[in-house]
């Protein structure tokens, strides 16, 4: 990965999307850079979260924020992120996907989650989530083992989805 290059974000039927990440072995400037840059990207989209298969890399790691645009940024950087609890309760959010852009779908995922993961030092941390936080954290694992929002729909909404995207994608180009 090279420096200072803005990353675009890849849409579906992108074959990376749907591919399991690898871990990360080492925290290191590298990934550091990744992450910056992963966070730059999300907030131009704008988005609430990013995971490195979205901008093409194949490595587990995840970036967050879920401040309003009149507080100041609250980046969160994970690496090797793992949900290590979830809770019996669920709940149903619309989601929608930086990578399925114009789609929006109700999701039922577990309502809370603890999350292990590495911080931007490498260093073992865990988050307590519930909410939009929990929802989001979810979403972007999910990134990371090829999984989109649409794999939790009925067969019918998830196609509904796919082929509006075609069909956008044909009249686009
Ligand atoms: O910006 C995003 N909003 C969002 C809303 C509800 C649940 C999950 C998300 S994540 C999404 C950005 C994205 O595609 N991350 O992978
Ligand atoms: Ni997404």
Redesign the pocket.
């Known amino acids: 990965m090279n420096g200072t290059e803005t990353l675009l974000i890849l849409e579906v039927p992108a074959p990376i999307l749907k591919a399991k990440a690898e871990r990360v072995a080492a925290v290191d400037d590298g990934v550091r850079d990744l992450m910056e840059r992963m966070l730059a990207a999300m907030y131009a989209a704008p988005?609430?979260?990013?995971?490195a298969p979205?901008v093409g890399v194949g490595r587990r790691v995840v970036v967050v924020d879920l401040a309003k645009e009149d507080e100041p940024p609250a980046p969160i950087r994970l690496v090797n992120p793992e949900v290590v609890w979830r809770s019996d309760e669920e709940s149903i959010?619309?989601?929608?996907?930086?990578?399925l852009p114009g789609q929006y779908a109700d999701v039922r995922r577990p309502e809370s989650v603890r999350v292990a993961y590495l911080d931007e030092h490498g260093s073992p941390r865990e988050i307590a989530a519930g909410g939009?936080l929990a929802?989001?954290l979810q979403?972007?694992i999910d990134?990371l083992d090829g999984i989109l929002f649409t794999d939790h729909l009925s067969a019918l909404k998830r196609n509904m989805i796919l082929r509006k995207l075609a069909k956008r994608r044909r009249d686009r180009d």
Not at 47 to 51: N, Q, R, V, W
Not at 93 to 99: T, V
């Open positions: 988005g609430i979260g990013l995971a979205q959010g619309e989601e929608g996907c930086l990578s939009l929802r989001c979403h972007e990134h």
